[in-house]
């Protein structure tokens, strides 16, 4: 307690001596709130460790993405050829691939190709047509050699209009019954299903799921800057302004709510859950909209006849009587997001890979091609975390007098940005695993080399679970995965360590004397401190108050 009080008074002091200096930095304090975790001063973080003594995404190639570097070749002075062809792998973690195109160490131009989505696109297989419906039981006893119980019941020829099933049960007989023979008589009814609204739903399921590739590329040279975005179905070659792109292989998660069965409306689509049974299943939209009497009636009722009546229980629901909430499309889950497009079943799978084979035998003039004007990248101090998945964050300026491209190499990433006059700016995510970040990167532009100094102080974070990170859904591959350990870095506090080492030494001594002190005189020892304690409190809590009372 003593050493709590201590530090506290300190802490007030430190704050009344400079609260001139802490008006002046009251924004960048309020531009730190902004961050999970705030950065410490140098004196606080002095004082906190004593304490613990005392106590006990940018448009190019980043590391995460792959980069392919291509030389021109030139056959004929300026007639130069660009001859490539490789396999491109695209995941979850890595949608972009950056291809750089270069002449003699200068950069020419680029091609980024980055998955934008894989869709996937039902192919449907009709089951049946429906209509919400309600049940309704029909009932009529009749004796023996009677007449049909149809006629006798009041508006049951409503029966012969709309769908359903009939069945009869014997029943009584005699004069108890109503009947003057003594055979017994029979009790008759019909479950009819009476349609309530003419909205008709297709009930369907997927029989196959057609793949689509979404690719934006963009090429860049300092003749043309093109942004097309590609649609490519798997295993057909696609041309595009030169290049050859064909989707070889396909990696695909295994979604069990894909094979579910699908009900769409004019307006609307739904998922239809397992367990759900249609009272009438109609051929074709034709029949349920117009001859809905002429389906086939499903036996979904249980029904039980007594002396006078018949009573039924029917488990059949309408299709939308289940949650909307859960079962409306658009549905969004994890790793798949299923929407309706037209009369269009899509589902984008956000863990699907795919293998790109890119090719190109393009024609350059390189006189055309080898522009390098002057340019000049700023960036601005770094923020985030280290060794954690959030990473670092910066941005990048790129001036230039035209338009261009810039290579720039740090110490572990490369980063392509792009240049124009308009000073362009690209958030970039860098990844570091030291918390005093000052990575030196170098950029050639105007047949020179510059250095761009990217520099911050990085906070710690634990790391993501990777089955979060990697967006696993099975609780198998989670349970069989090794934890992960992730320590912070310690350089900081070592030099801090170093840098007071009497205050550190200091306080070791200090809570050493005391403990000593403590174990041999324990109770009167325990009583001064718990005094001396208290009046250091009182001063720290005057302190305080005048301290207030200056800034009010």
């Not at 699908?262 to 397992?274: N, Q």
């Not at 349920?288 to 488990?315: D, G, L, M, R």
Request: aromatic letters at 8%; glycine letters at 4%.
């Amino acid at each position: 307690m003593l050493t709590i009080a201590a530090i506290f008074a300190f802490i007030a002091k430190k704050f009344c001596s400079r609260k001139a200096n802490m008006r002046s930095k009251r924004g960048y304090q309020e531009a730190s709130q902004t961050f999970p975790l705030a950065h410490f001063r140098r004196s606080s973080f002095v004082i906190l460790a004593v304490l613990c003594i005392t106590l006990t995404g940018a448009t190019g190639c980043q590391k995460a993405h792959i980069r392919h570097d291509v030389n021109l070749i030139c056959l004929n002075g300026t007639k130069c050829v660009l001859e490539f062809d490789n396999e491109l792998s695209f995941n979850t973690l890595q949608n972009e691939v950056c291809v750089v195109l270069r002449h003699e160490n200068s950069t020419v131009g680029f091609l980024n190709l980055k998955v934008v989505e894989i869709r996937n696109i039902c192919k449907k297989q009709t089951l049946f047509y429906t209509r919400y419906t309600e049940p309704e039981t029909f009932y009529q006893k009749r004796c023996p050699f009677m007449w049909s119980w149809i006629s006798v019941k009041s508006g049951a020829e409503i029966c012969t209009k709309i769908s359903g099933y009939s069945m009869c049960s014997n029943t009584c007989a005699g004069l108890a019954c109503g009947c003057l023979t003594p055979f017994p008589g029979c009790m008759f009814f019909r479950v009819a299903y009476v349609p309530r609204t003419p909205r008709v739903y297709h009930v369907f399921k997927c029989a196959s799921w057609l793949m689509e590739a979404h690719v934006k590329m963009t090429l860049s040279t300092p003749k043309e800057h093109v942004e097309e975005s590609i649609v490519l179905d798997p295993y057909i070659p696609t041309e595009q302004r030169g290049w050859t792109l064909k989707v070889s292989s396909i990696k695909h998660g295994h979604h069990a709510i894909l094979l579910q069965r699908f009900a769409e409306t004019k307006t609307s689509t739904i998922l239809v859950d397992d367990n759900w049974t249609a009272a009438v299943k109609c051929a074709n939209a034709e029949l349920a909209s117009n001859q809905f009497h002429k389906c086939e009636a499903q036996h979904t009722c249980a029904c039980v006849p007594n002396k006078i009546s018949v009573q039924c229980v029917c488990s059949s629901a309408p299709v939308y009587s289940q949650n909307r909430t859960i079962t409306m499309l658009p549905l969004r889950r994890p790793h798949l997001e299923i929407s309706r497009n037209n009369f269009a079943v899509i589902a984008i799978e956000k863990d699907a890979g795919v293998a790109v084979l890119l090719s190109t035998k393009k024609r350059f003039a390189i006189a055309q091609q080898v522009i390098d004007p002057p340019c000049r990248v700023l960036a601005s101090e770094l923020v985030g975390c280290y060794s954690c998945q959030e990473a670092a964050r910066t941005t990048l300026s790129c001036y230039s007098s035209r338009t261009r491209q810039v290579t720039l190499d740090c110490s572990e990433q490369s980063l392509l940005l792009s240049c124009s006059d308009k000073n362009e700016t690209t958030n970039v995510i860098l990844q570091y695993d030291s918390a005093h970040v000052s990575d030196n990167c170098y950029y050639k532009c105007g047949g020179q080399t510059h250095t761009l100094n990217i520099r911050g102080t990085l906070v710690y974070h634990s790391s993501i679970p990777q089955h979060v990170a990697l967006g696993k859904e099975s609780t198998e591959e989670h349970a069989l995965q090794m934890p992960q350990l992730s320590l912070s870095d310690l350089r900081p506090l070592i030099s801090t360590f170093k840098e007071h080492w009497h205050v550190a030494l200091a306080s070791v001594a200090g809570v050493g004397i005391l403990a000593l002190l403590t174990y041999l005189f324990r109770p009167v020892v325990l009583l001064l401190l718990l005094k001396f304690a208290a009046e250091v409190l009182q001063a720290a809590v005057n302190i305080i108050f005048a301290c207030l009372r200056g800034f009010i």
